[in-house]
């Protein structure tokens, strides 16, 4: 009798049947996520986005804490104000040469940072974001909070958090249409970690960053946020990122003069958006150090008259919404501000633009409001006025007038100032787009860049839905000279699609019911049969992987002028097994054409 397997032979082969079936399973797991079918899978995912993406924040919000406090300022809190004029325009100016210098020495591709840069990998490259990126806007964010630059921490802190996700979402494989929900994640986990507003974070991802609602993507990334905001408020407590009092709106009278105020802050967010795209075409010419050391040096200038401009500036727009800021003060920090960002933003400075545009609203609000308290009597006071500016403006320059007010509401505490504000946000948001035609800041420097984001129905649509969970299985992949024995034991198979490649490597898909009738008109069994040359409807195809979507597939098929594509699985080995096939009928019967 044979000997019995020895138990290493046997636990070899456990292994490797373990192996297998945990294959399996992650394939279906994948498979489940190409479909609108994933949410306990993403939930988890978003749990671990979440942590990581906070984790991120808060490493970067204590590096640059602990920098200024051990070496600009004795104390944070005192922000640069404390320091002499020559100082501050020596730090900025400074601060500008040696960003330049680092982002000069790098090549354009890894020198594109930002939430714009998030938009554009995601229409453009499958929400691929590579980490050198990540950890240049890592490393000149920080140098830019530190330096006292007029940019925030929270457009880095969203490309940080969406490269956390899209990169989990790359290391484990997944459909780029679940991918996309990981970014969110991380977006989200930025904002309401940044902030202290985990509702803020969930609205901004879906309405700024992915442009979509989707009940598949809610749950995911309310996780995340929620999972981030916890983190911080473990590590900085639960107080929101700036003080706002107790505020109660009761007077219907002044809802006019608020309408009044949205237009003057449309207009000037028109005027920003403006004039970052002056300051970028004027100097598109200069190399990058140049460009980002006059940033630097312009806001230095400014920071002379007028310090409130450096920095992240909520100890400022603390003050203003408490009301213990002059009008004139507000004004000359308004025009300085809004002059220092748009050179950041039209120049390369890696910053952010939600934290300024929020100051650049509280002060104009704030200035609008004493002139009305200045008129008449017993209307609320300015720092109301600067709670709603700072909403307008967010919300207009942003194009987020959703994200704007749910912060706005979070951030007071009370439901009372949601219907003025409502009121300031669309009189901004109509004021900027209507007359001017600016969209999302965003979308404007996208456009500047030759790009824009591909947001119609459709494309909304096919994003959803990978081609995993819609292709053909019924495939067949054949040498391209085959026996009449092979031909049978193919059809026998019951597969509905024959493939094979020429000799120049194109591919070519065949119906099997074409292949039947030929072997039914064939006159002997000996002879080989040329599946390229046999009388049959072939098409010739073009190559998409198993974690693309169908938007993905159909720009393929627009591409190449293919009507079929043939899915292979995306990494390794899996690279040349052919998976499925995908149709034009496929994807039409997802999205009428």
Request: overall charge neutral; proline content about 4%.
């Amino acid at each position: 009798m044979p000997a019995e397997p020895d138990i290493t032979q046997k636990l070899f082969q456990l292994a490797l049947r373990i192996r297998s079936e945990v294959r399996e399973f992650i394939d279906q797991q994948r498979i489940r996520m190409s479909r609108n079918d994933a949410m306990a899978q993403l939930a988890v995912l978003a749990v671990i986005v979440g942590l990581i993406a906070g984790s991120i924040s808060i490493c970067f919000r204590l590096l640059v804490t602990g920098a200024l406090t051990s070496s600009v300022m004795d104390d944070y809190s005192a922000s640069f104000e404390s320091l002499s004029g020559g100082t501050r325009f020596l730090l900025c100016a400074g601060g500008g040469i040696v960003i330049g210098i680092i982002f000069q020495s790098v090549s354009a591709s890894t020198r594109q940072t930002g939430i714009v840069h998030v938009l554009e990998r995601l229409a453009y490259h499958h929400g691929r974001l590579p980490l050198k990126n990540a950890a240049m806007q890592f490393v000149g964010a920080a140098l830019c909070m530190i330096t006292g630059q007029s940019v925030g921490r929270e457009g880095p802190a969203v490309h940080l958090g969406a490269a956390a996700g899209a990169n989990i979402s790359d290391a484990l494989k997944i459909p780029h249409n679940a991918g996309r929900i990981l970014i969110g994640c991380g977006v989200a986990s930025a904002i309401g970690a940044g902030f202290n507003t985990p509702l803020a974070g969930v609205i901004f991802a879906m309405e700024v960053v992915l442009m979509e609602y989707t009940i598949l993507g809610f749950t995911p990334v309310i996780i995340a946020s929620l999972t981030a905001t916890s983190l911080a408020r473990i590590v900085f407590g639960d107080a929101p990122a700036f003080s706002v009092p107790s505020i109660e709106w009761t007077s219907v009278g002044e809802l006019p003069y608020v309408m009044l105020m949205g237009v003057v802050i449309g207009l000037s967010a028109a005027a920003f958006v403006k004039a970052s795209v002056v300051f970028s075409h004027l100097f598109e010419t200069k190399p990058v150090w140049f460009r980002i050391a006059l940033a630097g040096t312009i806001t230095g200038a400014l920071a002379i008259p007028a310090p409130q401009i450096m920095g992240i500036g909520y100890d400022t727009l603390s003050l203003a919404i408490v009301g213990q800021i002059s009008m004139a003060a507000l004004m000359l920090i308004f025009f300085a501000k809004i002059i220092a960002t748009s050179a950041a933003v039209g120049l390369g400075m890696p910053g952010g633009l939600i934290a300024p545009s929020l100051l650049m609203g509280a002060c104009l609000g704030g200035s609008m409001g004493m002139m009305a308290n200045d008129l008449v009597s017993g209307l609320h006071d300015e720092g109301l006025y600067a709670l709603l500016g700072a909403c307008a403006m967010m919300g207009a320059t942003l194009h987020a007038p959703l994200a704007a007010l749910v912060a706005i509401l979070e951030l007071s505490g009370t439901h009372s100032v949601i219907l003025p504000a409502m009121i300031a946000v669309v009189a901004a948001l109509i004021t900027k787009r209507v007359p001017f035609g600016f969209m999302s800041i965003y979308r404007v420097l996208m456009r500047e860049r030759g790009l824009d984001y591909r947001n119609a129905p459709m494309a909304q649509a096919l994003r959803r839905i990978g081609v995993a969970s819609v292709m053909d299985k019924s495939v067949s992949q054949m040498d391209r000279i085959i026996t009449v024995e092979a031909a049978r034991t193919a059809l026998e198979a019951n597969q509905r699609w024959i493939m094979a490649f020429a000799d120049n490597g194109q591919a070519s898909l065949l119906p099997a019911a074409d292949l039947a009738i030929h072997l039914n008109n064939l006159k002997s069994d000996n002879a080989d049969i040329d599946l390229l040359s046999l009388p049959a409807m072939r098409e010739d195809s073009t190559r998409v992987t198993i974690l693309e979507t169908l938007q993905e597939a159909h720009e393929a098929m627009e591409a190449t002028g293919a009507d079929l594509l043939y899915v292979t699985g995306a990494h390794g080995k899996s690279a040349n097994r052919i998976c499925g096939v995908i149709t034009r009928e496929h994807i039409e019967r997802h999205y009428k054409l």
